[in-house]
């Protein structure tokens, strides 16, 4: 996001230098491109801002951020790689007029046009709170979605509020008066999914006694709101497109077609580009969800709100009081001062468990050498604390893994009994040398 996250509240918008790439090397030298935002991607898919014919250059191979210290640079779990001076990256921040390799091509990053980035008028949008820059922006972008008609991708880490995004979609909308329906594909079993997405019919399977309305048919009219939408299997996902393409399907054990009126807003955690690049999630589906992409931000980099969600979770909660009587300033500048893995979830539990017991919890930063209390992964959601397991289990397995190896990735893939090239990814995710 831009250089600046705390905007007064009276500006229109944020000025900005938008960003460019060009081909200084490859099948496609002499290709140049802008981005009228502050995002750009690169890769051979056909929605790519720099659309490339190279065959060694992955389908969504990388995206460039305008960060605060420079250009970022994400490489979606492209198959040859993004290298910089003769490291190749998994996520770096680079200077202007840096060059990149992407397989058999060359970029070079630039600095852009001066544009401005429209931010959201108030500090609340539908249930949405924040003065920053990122924030406001967000809801402008929210805004402007909710009066299309269009599919809406929300991506964002667990605890971002990507359902509150996408309830600000549907409220903003057309469809306001219609339902909203919620499915958590990464909640139901395989065996459940298709039932819970297209109903079934009496006798479809064992259980089945009745006829039973999936979520397209709840939703007609409305907005179908499917959270952790990269959970979705293989063998969904031919079924999920079609609905899309054609606003018809069969309930499971039926024959006859149901139409329906439905917008769909899909939501992830994952890189779904890296999915697709893996060939893990269908091209064609993500083309249809992601018509429009919101990126809902973590909490650590919009810190400058914590104040705004604090007040706004103690009134919610019903404190009435001021905010000081149960967050002194030292213990807000410590909320402030926190990283916040669970992300705005994370936080809402901090302030229900300090109002409630009268002191603020133990909290939890990024995982270290040492693993967490089972009493600072309390106060995070289910999901939140998984991860934080499962990412401090696999730092310290990968480490172990390549000392007792010499820092041979090729002999410790093989130690491991696992895939080198995921092994090169879990290596780079948890910025450990080899």
């Not at 399977?205 to 907005?223: I, K, V």
């Not at 959270?227 to 063998?235: C, H, K, Q, V």
């Not at 980099?301 to 001021?322: I, K, N, S, T």
């Not at 934080?388 to 010499?406: I, K, M």
Request: hydrophobic fraction near 40%.
């Amino acid at each position: 996001m831009p250089q600046s996250t705390q905007p007064s509240r009276d500006t229109p918008g944020l000025p900005i230098r938008s960003l460019e790439v060009e081909v200084i090397a490859g099948p496609d030298a002499g290709a140049r491109t802008g981005s009228a935002t502050d995002t750009l991607t690169v890769g051979t898919a056909e929605t790519n801002d720099l659309r490339l014919t190279d065959p060694t250059v992955s389908r969504y191979h990388l995206e460039l951020q305008r960060g605060r210290d420079g250009l970022v640079v994400i490489d979606h779990g492209s198959t040859n790689g993004t290298v910089f001076e003769g490291a190749r990256l998994e996520r770096a921040t680079v200077r202007p007029e840096s060059v990149l390799v992407l397989g058999h091509t060359s970029i070079r990053v630039l600095d852009g046009e001066r544009i401005t980035l429209p931010l959201h008028e108030g500090e609340e949008l539908s249930g949405l709170h924040g003065r920053t820059a990122v924030m406001r922006h967000l809801m402008a972008r929210i805004e402007k979605a909710a009066r299309a008609s269009t599919p809406v991708l929300v991506v964002g880490e667990s605890g971002t509020g990507k359902e509150l995004v996408a309830r600000a979609i549907h409220e903003g909308s057309g469809r306001a008066d219609g339902p909203f329906v919620t499915v958590d594909c990464g909640s139901l079993s395989p065996s459940l999914v298709a039932s819970e997405l297209f109903g079934h019919e009496k006798g479809a399977f064992t259980g089945a006694e009745r006829r039973h309305a999936g979520a397209f048919e709840r939703a007609d009219g409305g907005t179908l709101f499917l959270d952790e939408i990269g959970e979705l299997g293989a063998d969904l996902q031919p079924s999920l497109l079609g609905v899309l393409e054609r606003g018809r399907f069969r309930r499971v054990g039926g024959r006859e077609e149901v139409a329906v009126d439905v917008r769909v807003v899909a939501a992830t955690h994952r890189d779904l580009r890296a999915e697709v690049n893996e060939g893990a999630f269908r091209l064609d589906l993500y083309y249809r969800l992601a018509v429009v992409v919101l990126s809902s931000p973590p909490l650590r980099e919009r810190v400058e709100d914590v104040p705004v969600l604090v007040e706004h979770f103690l009134r919610e909660a019903g404190h009435e009081g001021p905010v000081e009587a149960i967050f002194t300033p030292d213990a807000m500048a410590e909320l402030c001062r926190h990283r916040w893995p669970g992300n705005v979830r994370e936080l809402r539990n901090v302030v229900e468990a300090t109002l409630a017991m009268g002191e603020t919890p133990p909290l939890f930063d990024a995982p270290t050498s040492v693993a967490p209390s089972d009493e600072a992964l309390l106060h995070l959601a289910y999901k939140d604390a998984r991860r934080v397991l499962l990412d401090d289990f696999e730092r310290r397995y990968v480490a172990r893994l390549l000392a007792d190896n010499e820092d041979n990735v090729s002999a410790a893939a093989r130690a491991g009994r696992m895939d080198r090239t995921y092994l090169i990814k879990l290596i780079a995710r948890h910025g450990l040398k080899a």
